[in-house]
Every structure is written in structure tokens, then in C-alpha cells.
């Protein structure tokens, strides 16, 4: 190996505000491009602008004379990875060191300060700030609620028609709706949005079933357990308890509930970790905390069933509610999304090609080829071995730009002690 590969980690310094994409080479990587295929070893990306301009067999592709060469060698290499329910108004820019260090180069924001979230989107845009690229509804549309903040207040199908064009006249990508949304005024709002061909992301409005927000149209329905509370609300619905809901999605019911998502294409976020992180192991209860691991364990058997029915699944983790570490969260979501029986390659694809599917932008994001943004993980070990390998991270490249781990830890310590 010639020394220029070696010593080629030490010229890419980190610094929040490099604007530089130069050139460089990943060389001699196994490449886990995740669009379907199997994994390549001994294969060289070249990076320039930003893009990925080309992918092959380290024999056959040509490293530019002025491209810096990384040396791949035992190294795997997988898209960047996006967490697509999270909330970052919560998170704080805390948040942005974490992702980026676990190798989250994407964001879907599930509700929050659209003001707070644009400074921050345009901050990372004009490499004035590392972070994610980021996805955002802006506020929750969602009925009266107390204590609560960022919310679009709706009762009435006026107003959530009206809430319709007022999202959409702010620019939003999407918009959330959440729990406590009157079902007529859920109804309007699908109608209008439909009209306005703005996709619709569901946190079930209690006494909407899934399969009637499915039906309405929602592009997502998010969190397993609202299936629950779905059956419970459902038009002749005899489950009365979580217990009887559980065993009535596991069942037949449940067959067709799948059916109608992949019929309708509704797209599934499951955020198993956050009811593992928020009902089971901050549990200190031991009276509470069986039967809540019961509840988890069913979770994980609901998501193992639609991901066999052919629903299409998402990975996000909910961060920051319920403690959700940014980041760190995300992998737990993948190695539970592992345990209901999706192979560690269909686990990655839940948050790299589904997600650009989901955007429509698989030209852009989700895998390592020809021209997609250069989001990518260099990893020290084989995540298709074992799902937990995505946490062995060598390397992040964002937008083009190379960040060894170690900087990534360095600044993320500097920013903690600026209090950032
Ligand atoms: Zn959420």
C-alpha cells in the first residue's frame, strides 16, 4: 500500500465550517451498497462535488491524480443512514454531533419549531453547521391539548383544511398529524391535503383506525403500538384491553390490516426502541415493568408479521422523547428490527433505500452509486454479519466530506464544553 493512502486520514481535518468536497478515494472497501445487490469487496468509490461519481472494482476504476485515496482495506461501506421520526426542537442542536457520529446524514422531523428547524437547515446547507440533511412538518396539527408546544390547534374541518393551506403556504414537506385530532377534522384535513398533493404523516387521532387512515390516504402511520389503540377504537371493535388488541392484530385481523397497508402503500415507522427505551428499561417498577415487556415483545412480533405481510417498513427511533438518544437510538432501532426477523441487509435498506424510496429521491440519497449525495459510513466491521457492526464506525462522509471518528468525538467534546 503506498504511503500517500496511508497517511491520507490525517490531511482531511475536521472544522464545522469547511465548505471543501474535494476529491478523495475509498479504495479497496467492501462495498454494502444497499440497493439490493449483494456486497462487493475490493471495490473503489471515487467522491467529487459532494456526489459519488463512480463505484467499481478497485482493478478497473481510475483514482483522479488530484483525489485524495483512503485505504479501504478491510473496511465496509454503507449509505449514510437516516432516522426518519425524529424531533429535533426537542433534541436541541445537541442533537447534531450525535447523528452525525453515528452516521445519521438524514433527518425526517416529526414536529417541531419550523423557524428553529429552517435557521438550522440553512446553517447546514451553507456548511456553517454539520448535521443532517433534514425532512421537516414544522408544528403537529392536533387537537386542543395542554402543555404542550408547536402545535397547529384544530377542531373543526374548516380549520383543518385551513391548517392545509396555512402548512403549505409556510413551505413545509410534509404534514404530522397527531393523537388528539377530532376524527372529522382528520377527515378534512386528508381530503384537503390530498387536493394539495401535500403526503400526510399519522400519529392515529384517537378514534380513527389505522385501516381508515390508511384508506384516507396517510403516507405513514408511525409507532407499532397505536395499533393497538386502533383496534380498541376501530368500528365494532370487541378487543377492550391491550392485551385482547395484541392478540387480534396477531391474528387474521391483523393478516388484512397488512394487506390493506400494501394495497393502500402505506408505509409503516414502527419505533420499537421507543417503547423499549420509554416503557421498559426506564421501568423501575418491577409491577409495571413485566407486563410492559410483554406488551414489547408482542411489538416486536406485530412488526416481524407486517414486514412478512410486504409492508413497507421505516427505521426511526423518536428521538428525543422518552430519553432517545440522536444517533445512538437509531442502531438499537435496527438490531430490534433485526429480532423481528428482517435480515441485516433489509434492516439497513429501513434506513437507506426505503427512506429515498419513501422521499422519491433514490436518485439522490439511500445507496453508494453514481451520482448520489456522498452520505456514507466507512465501518470496521461487517454489519451484514451482525446488524450491531453499524456502530463500528471508522469514518462519516457528509455531503462529500470526510470525517474520521475520532474528530467527530473531538468536537462534539469541544462543543459540550462551550455549552453548545
Ligand atoms: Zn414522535
Redesign the pocket.
Known sequence: MPKRILLSFLLFSFSATAQTKRSFAITHVTVIDCSGTAARPNSTVIISGGRIVSVGPSETVKIPTAAHAVDGNGKFLIPGLWDM?G?LTDATEDAFPLLIMNGVTGVRD??GDLAQIDRWRSEIESGARVGPHIIRAGPFVDGPKEGVTNRLTVRTPEEARRAVHDLKAKGVDFIKVHNALPPAAFFALMDEAHKEHISVAV?LPKNVSSAEASDAGVVSL?HVETMYESAMWRKGATAKTVEQAQDEILGPIGQQLFQRFVKNGTWYVP?LV?YERGFVLWSNDPESLKPRLNVHEKNIEVVRMMHKAGVQIMAGS?FS?WGIVPGIDLHNELALLVEAGFTPMEALQAATLNPAKFLGKTDTYGTIQAGRVADLILLDMNPLEDISHTRKIHAVVLGGRFFPIASLRKQALQDAAKGN
Open positions: 421520526h424531533h416529526m414536529g400519529h408511525e419505533t421507543a423518536d422523547d
